[in-house]
């Protein structure tokens, strides 16, 4: 859904949401309130809560060698300045808030628009579209209806914004939600007008419906600490069982310990079944998917210093074809979904704006990896470094790839992943302002048909209200 802004979309909007307090009769039809200032006075006086906020980024970029296992080796080194824009509007009455947000500047799928891409017919081109969109009930019953994030545990297996309804229960501490994240509905390609009926109409191109159901549980720790079960699984209602269905079971949590100790960790299953015909599917059948993750985290602070260690492990598969697929996958992901590394797992191994790039599941798909970092922080400066070493979970061929979807360059197996090292350096000007520096060099192992050093460096300035 698009919104044009020339012709007074975002106002629509955001009246729209304010009519649910009857605002109409009380803000706008007052003749006598001709400026802004007493109108945002008089609704400030009707809601109890109301706030704006957003983010400007700017950030200049350049990247080399990402694509270690393409063919066409031609366009290795990008550099780029790209844009991203958002602006979130809360509004509170009693227990009821209503929260409207749009994106300006590129989504959570691009994390940005590469300036210049002007053209109607560029994918970036600068468009304005619905962020967050949804009404939200709390007092001991929650109820959250429209698009709203989906996130569960780190954002490791889910990390997406998506329409869905939630209804639970809060016991003070512990609290309890039934999740219906809505699906595809009707026909996508349902002409050059596509009304409701049509698009409801079923034909050529028809989704139906991929919806997912679940339960989430929410318990708090002392210390600000945090325990987190999530039940969730996706079901295909086409005819030709054309969808995977997943179904994630997984629980996570953090906490302080011992003062100056944060703990983290999260445990993911991932079963559910493959569409009929897939790749590594019996011809006959849908293949099962059977995949496992782990990621712990311990980061310690003395003062104006922090170390820490991570470790992560997705299972693998490096037989497809018996029947059941056993790396690790997304359940719903975008770009702003967890990254233990700057380069590997986001656009080497993770999910880089493509549906298939669900199938490496944040870098675990069978990738097992042990992490180091130091960071030091004063007066609004903070520099870290870090140093990742990754293998395969299970041997691929040499140059085929973590998943073994490459031509490899022989027969013989290995699990050697590589290892990367970070950097970053970011400085808070003041409240509003911040400017950062980062950097990352991956040196690929033998997995890789191209063994050419990938770096990425992105320079930042942002700028939040």
Sequence with gaps: ??????????????????????????????????????????????????????????????????????????????????????????????????????????????????????????????????RYLYLDYRNHFILRIGRQPARVGHGIASNIIRDMFKVGWDFGRFDIVLVWVKGAEGDSQAGDVPTTRRILGGGTGDDQDLDAFGVVMNTSLSEGGNLQFYLIRKFDTTEEKKHTEHMLA?????????????????????????????????????????????????????????????????????????????????????????????????DIHGYDGRSADTGRGSGFANITWLGFRLGYSIRGLKIGGSYTYLMATRCQKEGSGPLGDGSPLSSSMTRDVGYEMDGDIYYTVNDTVNIGLRGGVFFPGRIYRYRDVASKMELTVEYRF
């Design 1 to 130: 859904m698009l919104i044009d802004v020339t012709k007074g979309g975002f106002f629509l909007l955001l009246l729209l949401g304010l009519h649910i307090w009857g605002l109409p009769g009380t803000l706008l039809a007052d003749d006598r309130m001709d400026n802004l200032e007493a109108r945002v006075t008089r609704l400030e006086a009707i809601v109890d809560s109301l706030s704006i906020e957003g983010r400007i980024r700017i950030r200049g970029n350049s990247y080399n060698n990402l694509d270690l296992n393409k063919g066409d080796r031609k366009d290795n080194r990008n550099d780029f300045v790209d844009l991203r824009s958002y602006i979130i509007l809360r509004a509170g009455r009693d227990n009821w808030s209503g929260v409207a947000g749009l994106d300006l500047a590129g989504d959570d799928f691009n994390d940005g628009v590469v300036l210049g891409n002007d053209d109607p017919g560029k994918n970036r081109q600068i468009d304005v579209g619905v």
């Design 250 to 346: 997984g629980l996570s949590g953090s906490g302080v310990v011992l003062r100056n100790l944060l703990l983290k960790f999260e445990f993911n299953y991932l079963g559910g079944r493959t569409p009929k015909g897939m790749e590594g599917s019996p011809p006959d059948r849908r293949a099962d998917i059977e995949a496992l993750m782990l990621y712990l985290d311990g980061t310690y602070s003395y003062n104006h210093l922090s170390g820490g260690i991570a470790f992560g492990y997705g299972s693998g598969d490096n037989n497809p074809s018996d029947g059941v697929l056993r790396n690790f996958q997304n359940f719903f992901i975008d770009e702003t979904g967890f990254h233990y590394t700057y380069l590997f797992s986001d």
